[in-house]
């Protein structure tokens, strides 16, 4: 079992930035994988980023590529993503999720076995 909890959202301007971070508890976080996921209002949850569980791979959505990203420090069982270049279409409760695949980039949210709560992200004008 793997409990997570993210935090660091908040309500930013368009053209900023802010630093999500994603506290596991439990079993060793280095036996996984982790990713980022959003979901807006009256849409889908979507794929953000994904990292490996040594950092050495990771892999993003086209729509964040070169403006977010994702990290991880194992000894402190941490994940973080960094958002940056923040647009009005990245507002979303963000949620931090784990996957028992360790070698996994997966975007597919259904390999994903523990899920935080979520945090939430304003983007205004």
């Known amino acids: 079992q793997v409990q997570l909890v993210e935090s660091g959202g908040g309500l930013v301007q368009a053209g900023g930035s802010l630093r999500l971070s994603c506290t596991a508890s439990g079993r060793t976080f280095s036996n996984y994988a982790m990713g980022w996921f959003r979901q807006a209002p009256g849409k889908e949850r979507e794929f953000v980023a994904t990292?490996?569980?040594?950092?050495?791979?990771?892999y993003y959505a086209n729509s964040v590529k070169g403006r977010f990203t994702i990290s991880r420090d194992n000894a402190k069982k941490m994940v973080y993503l960094q958002m940056n270049s923040l647009k009005f279409e990245d507002a979303a409760v963000y949620y931090c999720?784990?996957?028992?695949?360790?070698?996994?980039?997966?975007?597919?949210?259904?390999?994903?076995?523990?899920w935080g709560q979520g945090t939430q992200v304003t983007v205004s004008s």
């Open positions: 990292i490996n569980w040594s950092g050495g791979s990771t």
């Open positions: 999720a784990a996957t028992a695949n360790r070698y996994s980039t997966t975007p597919d949210d259904r390999r994903y076995d523990y």
